[in-house]
């Protein structure tokens, strides 16, 4: 009888495959517990810190990414300048939720006479600017007819910019700038420099004018030093001279200036 207590306990077939059981599903929890907390370690979709795929449509987006600090427009190459410097632009086009995307670039403007640098034209080239104080002419899609937007036949200005300085501030007209209403930087660069702002619906229209021909007062212009409001600029140039607002022949400014709402 003492002889049998003290032997080894020896244990069932059953007992083992029960522990051996318990030990695999308690691994396996372990093991599920490992993999949650790795996976919550893991960085953001690589995608998203990187953005969009270059060369892909930007997807919408309501807050939009802008590139900053552009020393030229990415589609016509133009630079703005103010007091003998440049002024840094930014790339608002990234997030916009309209179809097609044009370029649309922003600057924040002094209260001071400012230039626009563009890249010297053929001789038989026009830039064709728009300018008003909202965003309403910002809506022309690729490919359209001039006659079909603010660019018709019919509604252009000639001859306020060189010598006067002035910008027409109208959203059913537009200026017309060659090479010789320009001023010659270097071989490569032309500019224009604006330092008033013309406002013609600040006046009756222009059939209430001597003769039906419109012309700048003091009842309609404004020094760039004193005007405390945006400036949306539209400019294009008719690259192909085939009368259309092709792609990659326009793009959209937004020039904001001291003072302006809401900024």
Known sequence: ??????????????????????????GTVVAVIALIVSIKALPDDPVDQAGPTPGASPAPSASP????????????????????????MTDYTSGLTHGDFVTRVGAAMESAPFEIHFPRPAQSDIFRVNAWKTTTNFN??????????????????AGTVRPNGIMTLDDGSHEFIDSDSMDRIDNDKLSVRYAKFDVPSAVPPPTAFPDHVYEPSAAT???????????????WQD?????????????????????????
């Open 221 to 235: 212009l404004t020094a760039v030093a004193d005007w405390h409001d945006r400036v949306c600029v539209t400019i």
């Open 140 to 157: 022309i899609p690729p490919d359209t007819k001039a006659e079909d937007t603010v660019f018709r036949l019919g509604r252009q200005r």
């Open 239 to 263: 690259v192909d001279h085939d009368s259309t607002v092709g792609d990659g022949e326009y793009e959209y400014l937004i020039l904001v200036f001291p003072g302006t709402p809401g900024t």
């Open 65 to 88: 990414t802008p590139q900053s600090d552009l020393a030229y427009t990415p589609t016509l190459g133009l630079s703005l300048w103010q007091n003998g410097h440049q002024v840094p």
């Open 1 to 26: 009888m003492t002889e049998g207590r003290n032997q080894p306990k020896r244990f069932s077939l059953a007992w083992w495959t029960s522990l051996s059981g318990v030990l695999t599903a308690f």
